[in-house]
C-alpha cells in the first residue's frame, strides 16, 4: 500500500508585542518548513512528583512518541497552567540540562542537535528525550507540538 499523504509546509507565526512606558514595539517572525510529513499536538497532564516523558527522539523507527532525531524540525512545549513552573529536562546522549518554563510560557527547539560549552564538557548531541517534571503536589498541563519531515 502506498502513502496517499503528500508532504506540505508548516508554517509558524509569533505575534510580539511589547509595550514599555506607552511605547508600542510589534514584530511578526514567520518561520516555514517545507516537506512536513508528520505533525503531532497534544495536551498533556502531568502528574505531581513523577517526570514524565512526552517524546523520545534518535529511534529510527517510529513509535508511540518516539520520532527519528534527524526528521526534528520544530518542537513547542507550552506549560498551560497560570500559576505554577514546570521543569523540562532536555536529554542527549552525552548530557543533560533542565530549564525552567513559567507560567504560560513556552519553550522552542528548531532542531535536534544542541552544542554548548557551558555543560561540564560539550552538549554536543543529538537530544534523545525530553521530561517534564512539576512541584511536589502539582499536577500541570502541558501541550507540545512537534513536527518531522
Known amino acids: ?9 508548516f ?20 518561520y516555514s518548513i517545507s516537506n512536513v510529513t508528520n505533525v503531532d499536538r497534544r495536551i498533556v497532564t502531568i502528574p505531581s512528583n513523577t517526570p514524565t516523558t512526552i517524546f523520545n527522539l534518535g529511534n529510527p523507527d517510529p513509535g508511540p512518541g518516539t520520532f527519528s532525531s534527524s526528521s526534528l524540525k520544530y518542537a513547542r512545549i507550552t506549560n498551560l ?6 521543569y523540562l529536562t532536555v ?6 540540562f533542565t530549564q525552567e518554563l513559567r507560567p504560560k510560557s513556552s519553550a522552542f527547539f528548531v532542531s535536534s542537535n544542541i552544542t554548548s560549552s557551558a555543560f561540564n564538557g560539550t552538549f554536543g548531541d543529538d537530544i534523545t528525550s525530553i521530561k517534564i517534571s512539576t512541584q511536589s503536589g502539582i499536577n500541570v498541563d502541558v501541550e507540545y ?5
Open 145 to 149: 507540538t512537534i513536527v518531522n519531515t
Open 1 to 9: 500500500m502506498s502513502t496517499t499523504l503528500t508532504p506540505t509546509t
Open 81 to 86: 497552567d497560570d500559576t505554577w513552573n514546570i
Open 91 to 96: 536529554s542527549g546522549s552525552v548530557a543533560r
Open 11 to 30: 508554517r509558524v507565526t509569533i505575534s510580539e508585542e511589547q509595550i514599555v512606558k506607552n511605547n508600542i514595539i510589534q514584530n511578526d517572525s514567520v
